[in-house]
């Protein structure tokens, strides 16, 4: 045996010094990982973001990390969708299933429901220039579509080129983007807006356009080719109708259009990019009578729907229906409004004295009071009463049967031949009220206008019409009048309405107004970045709208809801509710979900 030396005791007392730091190391990496661990896990559940380096903070989309995943949902929905082409979508119903609520199709922005300022969707980041003439964003790396292929710059390019094709049918769309100069991709995940003038809308018509896979619509390059093929075959384009679902970069993917069944379902992307929603199914069911809805709600074949006032106050509040279903009224921060929409550029709605006689025999306080159960608020223009576009100063148009007729006499109108009936050249007054069809609250109030209108010599005929029916109506402009409610925004701009351009191409601007000093003034507040000059102009424009009374505008209000008390997370935010953050314990789900 050798000889023990210092040397080797200094050697040992090392040696374990060193096991010592090692097995420390150890504990601490253990300990390193499980904090790792736990913050990848609440990453996870949180949307897997960090922080956003744009000009607002990116906060969680949605959190359920007690969802158990799977089952599905009923949504009602009062109309069905002319189409479901994100492109050229122009109605309610398609947009709440494509995009609105971020389910199939995805932007590169959205609201936060609370505190309505913008959060990143697809994109990470964003900046706008100093001069307010472009905007760029940085797209999330990780962002894909259903087909695995990343969300890039190019697709947003190829979106906008697209849109801008002019025989694209996308008016909707394109209204917004007028005043685009061009969209660039810088890299594969930065993108630049550019503008020919300042908007103050530039942020939000930017980070709103959808991401559409240029992979799958245009796979032979027809955008640089040949745009005007391009744009008749995404004009035909039908996804719902193809196997597979439609390619798209959101939680849900369009399963199937079961037109006869009246039900859009859409399932579950599994190969989504970010937080996977709980919900394996959302099935939006078409019933077009709210009656009908009704019923279905409390058989258990809807989860959720709208309610009319008289539901709210009279059919929802015995003990069994609130043992099974919440209901939620308030105000949503986009607003909206119902009008009677005059066709101004027919006789004799052409005539402002005519439309102002016609908005003196709406009773609208006694259809507040008899058909709504004073759940309504009279409407009187454009903009929301809550909001600071609205002109503070502005009345209601007030219910004179007797100025009504004074006016209709100035416009040349009376009784020549003693039926009871005013007539003008030879012409009775008499025209066609067209309405959407199975909506009983829109005849009942038709029913109070018709005799009042009676009542002065003026015949109103109620025409109900199927939905399809009824929209290619008002795009082709082959009505007298028109019912219906516009959905709103948190700020509006006015142009996709009021502008006089809108009236093309099957616009928006479907009863054909035209003012010139609106037109100037609508676009003179679109350059106007100060708030309090802006909201100036908004409201001399809402003065004349109101002297003008092209619509006779109607209500605003609450929304009144009602939810399955099966469904979890069901709280409206300010934008309405949120699908992605709803799920259904396992042993509160139909079979088969």
């Known amino acids: 045996m050798s000889e023990w030396k210092p040397r080797d005791t200094v050697m040992v007392v090392f040696m374990i010094l060193v096991v010592g730091i090692m097995l420390l190391q150890m504990v601490q990496n253990d300990r390193l990982y499980d904090r790792v661990s736990q913050a990848i896990r609440l990453l996870e559940a949180s949307g897997g973001r960090g922080p956003a380096t744009g000009p607002s903070a990116d906060p969680v989309r949605w959190r359920v990390p007690q969802a158990e995943p799977g089952g599905s949902v009923i949504i009602h929905e009062s109309a069905r969708p002319t189409n479901l082409n994100i492109i050229t979508c122009k109605d309610h119903a398609g947009a709440v299933i494509l995009s609105d609520s971020g389910l199939v199709y995805e932007s590169l922005l959205e609201r936060d429901?609370?505190?309505?300022?913008?959060?990143?969707?697809?994109?990470?980041?964003?900046?706008?220039?100093?001069?307010r003439l472009s905007v760029t964003f940085r797209i999330r790396p990780e962002a894909r579509y259903?087909?695995?292929?990343?969300?890039?710059?190019?697709?947003?390019?190829?979106?906008?080129?697209?849109?801008?094709?002019?025989?694209?049918?996308?008016?909707?769309?394109?209204?917004?983007?007028?005043?685009?100069?061009?969209?660039?991709?810088?890299d594969n995940h930065t993108v630049r807006f550019r503008w020919k003038k300042k908007y103050f809308k530039i942020l939000e018509v930017a980070g709103s356009l959808p991401a559409v896979p240029r992979h799958v619509l245009d796979p032979d390059n027809l955008i640089d080719?040949?745009?005007?093929?391009?744009?008749?075959?995404?004009?035909?384009?039908?996804?719902?109708?193809?196997?597979?679902?439609?390619?798209?970069?959101?939680?849900?993917?369009?399963?199937?259009?079961?037109?006869?069944?009246?039900?859009?379902?859409?399932?579950?992307?599994?190969?989504?990019?970010?937080?996977?929603?709980?919900?394996?199914?959302?099935?939006?069911?078409?019933?077009?009578?709210?009656?009908?809805?009704?019923?279905?709600?409390?058989?258990?074949?809807?989860?959720?729907?709208?309610?009319?006032?008289?539901?709210?106050?009279?059919?929802?509040?015995d003990p069994a229906f609130l043992e099974r279903f919440n209901k939620f009224k308030y105000l949503r921060a986009d607003g909206g409004y119902s009008f009677i929409g005059w066709n101004n550029r027919r006789p004799p709605f052409d005539d402002r004295r005519v439309r102002q006689a016609m908005s003196h025999c709406v009773p609208r306080e006694q259809i507040v009071q008899k058909l709504l159960y004073n759940l309504r608020e009279l409407a009187n223009g454009p903009f929301s009463p809550l909001g600071r576009q609205a002109n503070p100063d502005i009345g209601q148009w007030p219910f004179d049967p007797e100025r009504a007729r004074a006016l209709l006499a100035e416009a040349g109108f009376r009784d020549t031949d003693g039926d009871g009936i005013l007539d003008r050249d030879g012409r009775p007054f008499e025209f066609e009220m067209s309405i959407p069809a199975g909506v009983q609250i829109y005849t009942?109030?038709?029913?109070?206008?018709?005799?009042?209108?009676?009542?002065?010599?003026?015949?109103?005929?109620?025409?109900?019409?199927?939905?399809s029916v009824y929209v290619d109506k008002l795009d082709n402009?082959?009505?007298?009048?028109?019912?219906?409610?516009?959905?709103?925004?948190?700020?509006?701009?006015?142009?996709?309405?009021?502008?006089?351009?809108?009236?093309?191409?099957?616009?928006?601007?479907?009863?054909?107004?035209?003012?010139?000093?609106?037109?100037?003034?609508?676009?003179?507040?679109?350059?106007?970045?100060?708030?309090?000059?802006?909201?100036?102009?908004?409201?001399?424009?809402?003065?004349?709208?109101?002297?003008?009374?092209?619509?006779?505008?109607?209500?605003?209000?609450?929304?009144?809801?009602?939810?399955?008390?099966?469904?979890?997370?069901?709280?409206?935010?300010?934008?309405?509710?949120?699908?992605?953050?709803?799920?259904?314990?396992?042993?509160?789900?139909?079979?088969?979900?």
């Open 146 to 186: 259903s087909d695995g292929v990343p969300v890039t710059a190019g697709d947003f390019v190829f979106t906008y080129r697209a849109t801008m094709i002019p025989t694209m049918d996308c008016q909707r769309i394109q209204t917004y983007l007028l005043d685009c100069d061009g969209v660039d991709a810088l």
């Open 225 to 317: 080719t040949d745009p005007a093929k391009l744009a008749e075959r995404i004009n035909a384009w039908d996804p719902p109708l193809k196997s597979p679902p439609p390619i798209a970069s959101g939680p849900y993917l369009l399963e199937k259009w079961d037109k006869p069944g009246n039900r859009v379902i859409l399932s579950r992307n599994e190969r989504y990019w970010g937080p996977m929603p709980p919900l394996q199914q959302i099935i939006f069911r078409i019933i077009t009578n709210d009656t009908t809805a009704l019923q279905a709600l409390k058989a258990g074949e809807l989860d959720y729907m709208t309610l009319t006032s008289e539901q709210w106050t009279n059919l929802t509040v």
């Open 477 to 593: 402009r082959a009505f007298d009048a028109c019912s219906l409610a516009w959905i709103g925004a948190v700020e509006e701009d006015p142009y996709q309405i009021w502008h006089s351009s809108s009236y093309e191409n099957k616009g928006s601007n479907h009863i054909g107004y035209s003012n010139p000093e609106v037109d100037r003034l609508i676009v003179e507040a679109r350059e106007e970045f100060d708030e309090e000059r802006r909201n100036a102009i908004y409201h001399r424009i809402h003065a004349i709208l109101f002297e003008d009374q092209p619509y006779t505008f109607m209500l605003t209000g609450p929304r009144l809801e009602a939810v399955s008390k099966r469904i979890q997370n069901a709280e409206p935010g300010k934008l309405g509710m949120d699908f992605r953050n709803w799920w259904v314990p396992v042993a509160l789900r139909r079979p088969g979900g």
């Open 444 to 467: 009942q109030i038709m029913s109070l206008f018709q005799d009042q209108l009676s009542r002065i010599g003026v015949r109103m005929r109620i025409e109900p019409y199927e939905w």
């Open 113 to 131: 429901p609370q505190t309505l300022e913008f959060k990143g969707l697809l994109a990470e980041s964003w900046s706008v220039a100093e001069d």
